[in-house]
């Protein structure tokens, strides 16, 4: 069991060759330019990349036998196909033909007339069918593993209250024999294999096309994409590799990554659930928000009172309900609406195409350009505009990555604008497992400024003036930055000074000098940073009153909040984006004030919570040894956990931070 009392496996998060590395090659390609535009020698910091990937793989290997040990230990048994009892046997074989057999396509490489294409994130068995006898030549066959279609898991028979789970890898090779069978080969062996491709978008030139066919065009060829690191079990026979390399001609050493028997963890997300029930999760089913219950009109309740919904705590559901509400109320005129990633069969996209069918008029905002979700977005521009919406491509040269809605309405003979702006996007799925935040506004300080922004969208010479909301490019660097220089001033004056800041990265070399600065003036400074952060906290006369910590957890934590002391005027923000060059400057980012001070409240005790894990959260300090946050008094804090409690109503933190020794007095949360 590890600390935390519960038995979890969590796959670690890779770094993305498909997009950073494969940068980083094609700079290599084109020699001293590339050298140039990169500001390093690429092929440097290839073999670098390479030497760090290893060193993470060989750490991954070990941390998964210690799991395969803990889970031994709660009688849960991941077998391979060489230990499969009689029984068991019979059971896959039989799974085998029924289930998995109609879905492989076996290909034998040594005499196809061409090296079949591998594709990108899919894993495949290279096999190599061999005599006992010497002399006599081998052939080789390459299978792709369907775990698309297919399980990667099989649960067996259980034996004397015993749990057995064989992949899906080994069930194939445990059916060798019949996939081969008319060869009559004496030994048939099968190893893992991996291709990463290049995933960066080219988009031509072309001003003939337009810019959906010019997407379209740059994913046919990005999913031919050239290959950047091709892993393999380092047990596969030297000479099937060779004849692998050859073929993909995948010769440098920098793009081969040897590992162990099994890749593609990210299929461990959905593990099966088996052994005793305090192994898995407990059940946290999403909450109603207190003022959403039983509610006729939402638009009434927004109309009163500012509403935070925080997933997925929260139920996503008030928002696909605004929508449909709104899709069917005579007194709605029109929706505008920003989409970066939907979910499947998104409910979002049905309410508006519900709408477009009630005669409103609905305006989409659909980015092409949202990173590996470029088809499914063409896939609901395309739908959207056959019904009737409005649709506008981003816009060129800015991702559009807000979170943003505007519902006009008909009321007492004027126009009344009712807004979102969050932190994710409007995607039910991620909502279960990303951490977010969506404030659902009435208040016309916060809806004209939204209008403004979807003017900009469809008109991109008005750019608006934004007073309350934070727009990039527009002034997101320089609204924070006037911020923290007001927290400097504070702390210089000898007054109260302090930030609290939540996001996934922190980038930026400006913003990361600014925060220095202020560490340097005296301001006290908390971040919770989930992802990249590179700020290095604790440094003398650098950075010693920053302290950073990074959750990782269950679910994603998504969402960045921004709190600033400001004299005793506190300042609170959420947004939808990090503080990275591209997000200040080359997106259309939106961060929304929060004036609700019960909302406030909220958002403050949020964050505390999350400052006091000493469960899931890790300390970034210079060292980078990211270690786990030390318990000081004994008590555990687990913030996902007591988060849903403190939203669900079973647990009220106030008395709990405000007794906790980690609390200076400037820093004491606020009862709600």
């Known amino acids: 069991m590890n600390e935390c009392g519960f038995l979890e496996f969590i796959p670690i998060i890779w770094m993305s060759f498909s ?3 494969a940068t980083v090659s094609r700079m290599a390609r084109i020699g001293k330019q590339g050298k140039k535009l990169l500001g390093a020698d690429p092929d440097k910091l290839l073999e670098k990349i390479q030497r760090v990937v290893i060193k993470q793989q060989a750490k991954f290997d070990i941390i998964y036998k210690e799991i395969l040990k803990e889970l031994l230990r709660e009688k849960v048994f991941i077998i391979h196909e060489k230990q499969l009892n009689r029984e068991q046997a019979v059971f896959v074989k039989k799974y085998f033909r029924e289930q998995v057999q109609p879905f492989l396509a076996p290909i034998m490489i040594d005499s196809a007339p061409e090296f079949p294409y591998l594709r990108d994130k899919s894993i495949y068995l290279a096999v190599k069918l061999s005599r006992k006898a010497k002399g006599k030549k081998s052939k080789y066959s390459l299978i792709e593993i369907p775990t698309d279609i297919v399980s990667r898991f099989l649960v067996l028979p259980s034996v004397d209250e015993k749990k057995y789970i064989i992949l899906l890898d080994d069930v194939i090779r445990f059916c060798f024999d019949e996939i081969f069978s008319i060869f009559q080969y004496e030994v048939i062996e099968g190893f893992t294999i991996k291709m990463t491709r290049d995933a960066e978008l080219d988009i031509e030139s072309d001003i003939s096309k337009s810019w959906i066919e010019k997407i379209e065009k740059g994913l046919k060829l990005r999913k031919k994409g050239a290959p950047v690191r091709l892993t393999y079990d380092e047990r596969i026979s030297p000479d099937l590799l060779s004849f692998i390399l050859k073929k993909t001609k995948l010769n440098k050493e920098e793009y081969l990554i040897p590992g ?6 990210k299929d461990f997300i959905n593990f099966p659930k088996v052994g005793r029930k305090e192994l898995n999760y407990p059940e946290q089913p999403p909450i109603d928000h207190t003022e ?10 927004i109309r009163e009172k500012d509403i935070l919904l925080s997933y997925p705590y ?15 109320d005579p007194r709605v005129q029109s929706i505008k609406i920003t989409l970066y990633r939907a979910a499947k069969n998104s409910s979002i996209v049905n309410a508006l195409v519900n709408a477009i069918k009630n005669g ?9 350009q949202a990173r590996f979700d470029e088809e499914s977005n063409i896939h609901f521009a395309n739908r959207l505009q056959e019904e009737g919406a409005q649709v506008i491509f981003g816009i060129p040269g800015l991702k559009v990555h807000s979170k943003v809605f505007l519902i006009a309405r008909k009321e007492e003979g004027k126009t009344a604008l009712y807004a979102h702006v969050g932190t994710g996007n409007f995607n039910e ?31 991109n010479y008005k750019t608006g003036n934004y007073k309350h909301l934070i727009v990039s490019p527009f002034n997101t660097r320089k609204k924070f930055i006037a911020l923290i220089n007001k927290e400097i001033e504070n702390a210089k004056d000898q007054k109260e000074a302090w930030m609290l800041l939540k996001m996934n990265s922190l980038v930026d070399a400006e913003m990361i000098s600014k925060l220095y600065e202020a560490s340097n003036a005296g301001v006290k400074i908390k971040m919770i940073v989930r992802g990249v952060c590179s700020l290095v906290p604790g440094v003398k006369n650098q950075s010693s009153s920053i302290d950073v910590i990074s959750i990782v957890d269950k679910f994603l934590e998504h969402s960045r909040i921004f709190i600033f002391c400001h004299g005793g005027n506190e300042k609170y923000f959420i947004s939808s984006g990090d503080w990275m060059y591209r997000n200040l400057d080359f997106r259309s980012e939106v961060a929304v004030p929060v004036f609700d ?27 980078q040894d990211n270690q786990f946050v030390q318990r000081t008094n004994g008590t555990l804090v687990r913030a996902q956990s007591d988060i849903y409690r403190m939203i669900s109503g079973k647990w009220n933190p106030v008395k709990f931070l405000t007794s906790h020794p980690a609390f200076t007095s400037a820093e004491q ?3 709600n």
């Open 19 to 21: 997009g950073f590395v």
């Open 260 to 265: 162990a028997r099994y890749h593609n963890f």
């Open 292 to 301: 959403l219950r039983n509610n006729k009109s939402l638009f009434k309740v």
């Open 314 to 328: 929260h139920s996503f559901r008030p928002i696909v309900d605004l929508l449909r509400e709104a899709s069917i």
């Open 360 to 368: 409103k008029q609905v305006t989409a905002i659909v980015e092409l």
């Open 429 to 459: 799925h991620t909502a279960r497992i990303y951490t977010d935040h969506s404030l659902l506004t009435f208040n016309k300080k916060i809806t004209r400024e939204a209008e403004k922004l979807f003017m900009f969208y469809r008109d």
């Open 597 to 623: 001070e019960t909302i406030q409240a909220e958002l403050k005790n949020y964050i505390r919570i999350q400052l006091l894990d000493n469960c899931k959260a890790r300390i970034l300090n210079k060292a």
């Open 669 to 671: 949360p606020v009862n």
